[in-house]
């Protein structure tokens, strides 16, 4: 990192040799060059890669969520590809970068050390696309951001949430995913009526009302469940009720099941629960009870 | 990592080099030939990984939530050998990947401190698997994720949630296993009554009830027992009990023995505690006590 | 960790070299040696150590608690002992472990950071049972986690939950111990009256019963005591109670005490505090007071 | 760091040595060149930053929001590079900076570890740049931090919050990203009404208002969407309306539709949800129920 | 740890080559014969250590809590120091410990690693004596646990709770140390009285009642404080006092000055403070105000 | 660290060579005159910065914050740097300072490790004086500490709270600064009225008061902006109004703002919410409703 | 660490060859001398410390703070000094100290990692005192512990607590130091009046009480100021008071001055703020309101 001669003459000398006129204009040149092909190369790469998707799919080798995840995977590889090898072009004009990469002093400790991040983030990046722990357009919980992925890539994963913003996060630091599209979700619905009414028949209506749920709403799998008394309160009763429906539908059937289930207990008359309270009257005179 | 060409002619020469028309139709073959490759070998692993298991039940050694986990796990570990050998492959084309390996420069720290959380995930699954700490199907709390295992890996295990969702967590990271389908579970249920109500009579009216909910229920493995009075507050009395039941069957017991109680109760005329409050009235003309 | 050939050769030649037809058959046969070696030495060992303390208890040299542990922890440490010689067999027809292990490289900063987790382990179990920090079936607290310890073993510890889940914890990450067995417990009892009472009459009632009862109840271990007026709010004074019981008897302890006094106090006459408010009339036309 | 001298005679002979008026004063007048140098260079430097930029504007090469951040980021290298060659050249007046950055003894490891998270600033900074994470100009939230993008720079980004205030944060600690100006935005209005109003009613009217809300707000980007029932409350049904909106303007559209849906319910008559309670006459002479 | 032999062989030829039946008798003949010299060198040293402390005490050299803490300690490093020859001399057999301990390799670093927060441990335990932190018997609180201390080791701290339970803490992870033993506790009481009452007189009241406190009760050190309004709320006046005690008697001191006080300002009349609320008429016919 | 005498004779021999009185007298000469010598060269080298600094404000090149902060600054580089030299020397009479500081055996990595966050510290303090993040006088959030910058040294940074107290802050840790003087700050007042009130007169009476508030206000640099409903509740409607001022004044203005809207809301006799409850008549006989 | 001799042969040889009688005495006798020549060069020192500090004060060189603090550190130092040498000495006989500070093996990692918080200890120990931090005698808050320093150790800090107890804290993780002596302490009082009271005239009452408050309490700085409405509820106004008082004499003075204002509020017939509620009369036979 540092040029090999005096430093006391650093700026008035080597500086100075190396900002000769002819210097700084063979090196414009030569950047511009190198940016130059760095565009030219990165712009065929990507047309191949296509390129190569379209036959792919022509040629009835399809499979939907793994070629999106793929194609972006393989675009972005080329990008930071031609990206790594421009900077060290770039840089090779300024420091001893073989040098430095080699030796093991106090430069070789703070990089080496301030890398071991980014190469977590390309092997743990490697090992989620290896073993499909997500794919582009699942909805995913990643640490604590909830979203749909928009892009894996080598460094970093993209997640859109539900309400439009862009989560960024480095593959290092991916721990615990949650992946919900893969397997059906769950509705979980609970409803509660006063105390006073007959637990009995009112599971009965809700269990009329629930077995031929599979038919009216195509999100659901199979006939929901009514799995009793959640919670007995003093002024409630809880039922819960749990129905498998698609994958990420769960939020638009439970709206569903709620708006459908107060509307039938209202028929019925089942009242719903209030806050109660009792009212002592004070004795006179007796301030301090 | 970096080529021993000077860096400011990289990409003229160098990548030049690299990349003529011959070498880049030779690493194309190779690299076709080498997938193919390893997509029929992995095949053919697997065939014989599940002929064995098959083989195996039919000589009557079964064990099995063990063989699940094992046939699982060796399929896994085939396809992270056959994974391996085809990326170093690949790599080796455009890096000296034995060298660096095999140094300690910059390069060597990054790459080594970067991979020890790989070589973590590999070891604790290792004795995950070793000690037998859970096997596939079993309900667990892993760190603060609930659900059943779906696949104990050498990397990482996956887990389904009640709510059909996917938890992906890296063996490394899997500090508290909590295995709930291991023993019976134990089902907690507290019942409030009023303050004014006798407590021996309820007591003697639950203790009644749970003396043959073993032959009623088959979930229940011994007669519940009534703890006693666990809170005594201004306007109830909670009594709780506690219900041996077979494993994850506790949930729905307690559901059952809320409404089953609450009913008794009702029969009996046992009150419910109500919020109570009484009302001061303000002498006249003072406005502030 | 990687063969010395060329790579770009790697599976036609070097992985086609190890897997002919000979080496995989002879790689089999070894296999299953191994494997029916280690399970015959396993059983026998456990056999020698089950004889070992049966001979050692009918000698009359029995320490209950201690002998159990050491019995688990002996079978345990046999078992890795067999899975290590084990697994180091079957690696070594793939892998240079020697060559890895005594390396210093980028394979071995790896392994031998992602290792010392393990090592960890090792040393803090070996510590808990020298210290004899708590034994096979005493009530514990480890870090967040309370239970009953079912096995300590060289690099885990087992704790079952009152609830019936297992606790699996590596030993590294025992940081603070909480032994509920080693000694008396106490039960800490609040008792709640109403603010207008007579505070010296309710501790005299409180005090009489209290006298007698190691007598009435053998958890006791000696005369409870009133320590005196723990808060004091507008509606409620409340009473605390300790009582010191054998180990973890406490919770059953207070339950009876709980139910004892609330039914001696009602005897008595003493009033449980209740929420009170005082209502203001709002003079008329005035809306902002 | 220490010079070769004995320290017992550190003041009087090697600081002496040093500190002679001849060297004083060259070291001073070297100062003043190497300050003057140093400010004189970053003039020209930002003067042909600056003009590039306008020639690439004038070319027609503009990308708005990525041209800003680039000049900005250029112009913070510059300075860096500057300041850093000025600091080695003074700081080489007094120590042997080459031994030190070459050696790895203690105060190797003690700057090489101190360093690390300078390192790390910069790659990180590197790639939020590279990967264009985000621009200046961008309104993100950083870690716990929200406001407007003002520089990126190498080691450091400022964002200004909403609220006036300017966060500096170093590149390295940034770890989650959220950008939510790369995309629309959402705005999620509840809305709560009486439990005993008519939900379809309701539903309908809401509905009606939302179908031309494109036309009456440009930042409407599509039609709002009633989700349905998303709380069933004892004394009120929460409905919810989710609205796509041009991005950040979720929150002032938010506010036009919740007091458009309030002056619309109130012109309907829906009332809005009030706390209730039951209140329960006491039985004279019972205190404790 | 690897026996240098050819691992495919280990288990038939090494292993074989070390347990046949003269080995396994002479290594247990071994066995019992350290343990036996470990067991009386043990018991032995623990002789002299009592009888070097009595003959100090005798000799009139005694610091009572010093003594206790030292006496356990020596106790505690003698079977430490045994504990450690025995192991090194078992494990000798089956590992070239030496070559493990000296080396720098995989196993090394994992050791090392491994190792170091037990070192940290006998480190800070060294301070903890040596700087006389805390003797055995006083009342501490470690990190979050309270309690008195029973044993400071040379790796551990046990500490028991006043509800009986022992916790044990690694001294590396002692971290902060408070005290409670050292010098006298602050009782802090706070009196609250309706806001109506007349502040100063209830002062005075107090202040009367606390002159004489000294006297009344051994454990309070000096006359109470009455510090005056802590807090002002609409419906009370907090006041504070402040009363030094004893070490640890404040707990107790603080209940005996709530009760009296509380017998003090009923006897004077002053009334406690009541929640308040003022009820406002509704207009008829105006349902939105 | 440890002379390389026979340690067993450590006391009788090196330690006595080294105190002979011939040495102890030499070495307290030597000790007064290092003191008294760094004490002269730290007064010389303040009064010459100062004197600079003086020069420098005549000269007309005066910069009013950042001078502050160099000066600062530059005066306490000046006492690290003498009691950095006082220290080596003093240190110099018992250690072989050089010898360890070169060395990289076990006290060489305890003391590189340990000094490494004292060189973190001096690399951020660098950084934040170079990057002009704050100045001395700036009012600023450090982690989660607020007051104005007193100092910024090379290791630590003085914040004093609006409160008095000083914060002392090693510049290590110094993470997430936000700095509230670099640019003007906004008051943000909500203001709640009745449900039933006309949202548009209200909305209307606001935005007339406030149109003319940068003329009555100096703070205030533009005209406040009411940004309409921000929470809609059952018996409140909230509004915003934000209001730029200048930086640090905003507290202060939106005291102002909330006073006058409130007189001005109570002139137009606009209600204030207040909480409302629906009470309900219990059915005689009916207990469980 | 490990004695070169053959482990297998440890007890029966090389400790056998130690524990001769011979030596046994011989070591007692060194140790006994060790520890007498210790203690007696402990008193001898502190002696001359204490000497010295008076020959300083009677010459007129007195800084109280820094005084005490510099006693109390040199004689801390001192003891830690003897205490090292002492046990350096000790050691010796068992291991060879030297060569195991030497190596850097697995032993020599271990210990270097283990102590590295021991450095950090005493580096952070001696900034604290050379930047002046704190002294003895100043009221502090440490991380999250208040109170008055005790001592400035090398290693650690004592401070006690108001209510009595001492914390210790290691100075290596003292990270942020809030001092509270060194400047002017700040009150700041709320005072709540309810919603209709006229504001300009509860200002002008308390703005009147203010002005001569400096002559009466000699603990107010300067003039107190009614900052204005902080907070703007429904039922009350929140005006904000602040006074600068002397360093921590803030607490006392603003119970002084919520006392003083209550009074004086009370006089005026300022009325304090009550909880409102409107009640809503129910329509008959509509119960779903």
Redesign the interface.
């Known amino acids: ?2 040029q ?1 001669e ?3 003459n ?3 000398k080597s ?1 100075g040799d190396k900002f000769t006129l002819e210097n700084v204009i063979s090196f414009t040149v ?1 950047l511009i ?2 940016l130059l ?2 565009f030219i190369i990165n712009r065929i790469g990507k047309f191949f890669i296509r390129k190569f998707f379209n036959i792919k799919i022509k040629g009835g080798l399809q499979h939907e969520r793994r070629d999106l995840t793929l194609q972006k995977l393989l675009e972005n590889i080329l990008s930071y590809f031609v ?1 790594f ?5 770039i840089l ?2 300024f420091f001893d ?2 040098g ?21 983030d ?2 743990t990046g ?2 989620i696309i ?2 499909e ?1 997500f794919f582009v357009g699942d909805y995913v ?1 990643i ?1 604590t ?1 909830e979203g749909t992925v928009t892009q894996i ?1 080598l ?2 994963t993209k997640v ?11 593959n ?2 991916i ?6 599209s ?5 509705a ?1 619905v609970d ?2 009526v ?3 009414e007959n ?1 009995e028949k009112v599971e009965a209506i809700i269990n009329e009302y629930l077995t031929d749920l599979t038919e009216r709403y195509e999100d659901v799998v199979k006939t929901p469940e009514l ?6 309160g ?4 809880v039922l ?1 009720i749990i129905c ?1 429906t698609l ?1 990420m539908r ?1 939020l ?1 059937m439970s ?2 099941l ?2 459908d289930i ?2 039938l207990l ?1 028929e019925h008359g089942i ?12 004795p006179v005179g ?4």
Do not use: C, W
């Open positions: 990192m540092i090999r005096d430093f006391s650093a700026l008035s500086v030569e060059v190198v092909l760095a990206g090898i421009t900077i060290i072009t090779n004009n970068v073989k430095i990469l080699a030796g093991a002093g106090v430069v070789g400790i703070a990089v080496g050390f301030g890398a071991q991040s980014l190469v977590k390309i092997i490697f090992f290896f073993e722990q919980r640490n951001f890539g460094r970093i859109r949430a539900f309400s439009g913003e862009i989560q960024i996060i480095p290092g630091t721990i615990e995913v949650t992946n919900f893969a397997h059906n979700s769950v979980v409803i509660s006063a105390y006073g637990i799995l009793g008394v959640q919670t007995l003093p002024t409630e009763v819960r498998e994958p769960h638009q709206r569903q709620r708006k107060k509307i209202d009242a719903t629960p209030l806050s109660k309270m009792m009212l002592l009257s004070q007796n301030t301090n009870v």
